[in-house]
């Protein structure tokens, strides 16, 4: 073998065999957040009717909820694992492995998040649509994420794209729907991932 | 070969020449400990000749492992020692020396 051979195979090994541990404390926080933001534009919904526009629908509210629930499940979630890590003496690292969990979980996020606010401005009232996109994309995203990072985050992506496409032809539900998918899942998980490295 | 150049050569392990011994110091160097499934599945080799390798750089002094049951199923992890630190890094700076002549 070249040098240089063995020394990008030895760099690839240090890279891949990293792991990158997920705590259970993250999902249950971000589940939470999630519940606490939709059950709050479930009230501020009402009776109005998502299928039409222009019809009393509080698209200025629910945009305002919608962007500090989005800030506050990223960045809760985030702020715990620095204090966590820090506790633990772990340096938080932007090593290629964590790139390439990044990228594998925002590139979908993003598409579908771009695909929401499009719909947002769609004058031919979308709005009940956007649950649905927004399970779906990212419960593929974590579909993929199960495969370079915790194993078991295949069944939560794979019940969030069941409940996305649910939200698809149950539209009336959609918001329900993504109550449970972005609120329960991830509390579930959590729960279940709290429980098994106790266990 | 490591007659034909002492002074460019120091540090070159023939030990780290096979692919797989390479790739467990690889993975052990970068991880505080490892499981046998977990570097079999890594390293994408066959449990024979995993162990056989394995058991060269333990006797080398490079790795050690630890037997224990996780509920009722065996485990061994493995980790790296601070002779085998020490080696792997020689190694990779030989390495880096070679590819710069």
Redesign the interface.
Known sequence: MAPGQALEEIRDMMNRSTRSYLCGWSPLLCGLVALAGGLLVRRLIGSADAHAYDSGFPIAPVCIVAVVTLALGVLVPFVFSLIRAGKNGIALSFNANNRRLFVTLFLPVFIGGMMSIAMCFAKTGMYEWIPAVMLCFYGLAVTNLSKCSEPSLEWPGLILILIGLTACFLRRYALELWILGFGAVHVVYGVYLIFKSRG | MAEQNPILLDGYDKL??N?VR??V???L???DS?DFVSLRQ?LGVTDGNLTTHLRALETAGYVTSVKQFIGRKPNTSYSITEQGRCAFTAH?TA??K??KV
């Open positions: 780290f020449e692919r390479l790739g110091m690889s993975v160097a970068a991880n490892y890594m990779i390495l880096s070679l590819l």
